[in-house]
């Protein structure tokens, strides 16, 4: 789940979903393709996430969307161990701020790895992945096998 964009419970769902909004939608779109995407300004040519209508630098209302490659490094994170309203079946699990090797940060949840502080590491090398969850793909981050690029 990424949680800066979602915008509620779906209709007639016990758990999280995110809730398309026109600007979200190409992100969304793109997930559902199995490719990461964020925003580009296109006067200044910053890279940024999550979602807006005006480059968070310059201002410009400028703004489309890029494929990035993927690729992260783990900033911080938390195990979480208490479920969230909908989500009691889901285990302890890892919620993490990650940095684009493009630049912008990102919340997600990092999987593939046992949710143990000695199995993750700060600034180690993350890949994205894809998950199906409720109905919806979302970008996940898995450990990057031997750190290779």
């Known amino acids: 789940m990424v949680p800066a964009i979602v915008a509620g419970l779906a ?49 410009s209302r400028e703004v489309s969307w890029v494929d990035v490659s993927g690729r992260a490094t783990l900033l911080s994170y938390v195990i979480n161990h208490l479920p969230a309203p909908g989500f009691e079946t889901v285990g302890p699990h890892v919620i993490a701020i990650v940095r684009l090797e493009e630049g912008p940060t990102m919340m997600t949840n990092i999987v593939g790895v046992d ?8 600034d180690m090398p993350l890949q994205v992945a894809f998950e199906e969850r409720y109905g919806q793909v979302v970008p996940v981050f898995v450990p990057r096998p031997g750190g290779a690029e």
């Open 11 to 59: 209709p007639g769902e016990g758990a999280a979903q995110a809730l398309p909004t026109p600007t979200t939608r190409p992100f969304w779109d793109a997930a559902a393709e199995e490719r990461l995407s964020v925003q580009r300004c296109e006067s200044c040519e910053a890279d940024f996430f999550y979602p807006r209508v005006a480059c968070p630098f310059c201002g």
């Open 115 to 122: 949710p143990r502080p000695e199995q993750l590491l700060i």
